[in-house]
């Protein structure tokens, strides 16, 4: 039986020795980095580096894009849509769940007429209003 942990990707763990040799590069580079706001690792209270395993992650990417020729302000620019498509996928999740639970806890189409005095009423699904001045809302069934 194996046990499997969360890892928190952004979590400071690694001091700057450590984090350039995981990425393959030299303390000074990390530092040099730092500096220029490629990648920028948490700091303890006394000041120093700490990388995460997503800052790690983004030195080896800066490795592999900077070996292809690309320039570090078109990386930064990379990096800063890598971040963006991440936020946004976890924005997506959470919508997504919100929208599930929804579902799950209002079974059932609803179905709103307003009245002429603008009063809104709830109606049970196959329930028709009178053809008055009544305006109906519909919604269109779930696929």
Do not use: C, K
């Not at 580096?49 to 990379?78: F, K």
């Not at 769940?97 to 079974?107: D, G, K, M, T, Y």
């Amino acid at each position: 039986m194996s046990d499997t942990y969360d890892i928190d990707e952004d979590a400071p763990l690694f001091a700057i020795a450590v984090a350039a040799e995981l990425a393959g590069m030299h303390p000074q580079t990390l530092r040099q980095y730092d500096r220029i706001g490629l990648v920028v690792p948490g700091r303890t209270r006394g000041g120093s580096r700490r990388y995460s395993p997503r800052n790690i992650e983004q030195l080896r990417e800066v490795a592999r894009l900077s070996g292809e020729g690309m320039s570090l302000a078109a990386i930064a620019r990379v990096l800063d849509l890598e971040d963006e498509v991440r936020d946004l996928r976890r924005r997506v999740g959470e919508l997504e769940s919100r929208l599930r639970h929804e579902i799950e806890n209002r079974p059932g189409a609803r179905v709103f007429a307003a009245g002429a005095t603008g009063s809104v009423v709830t109606l049970r699904a196959g329930t028709r209003v009178r053809r008055s001045a009544d305006l109906v809302l519909w919604r269109p069934p779930e696929r």
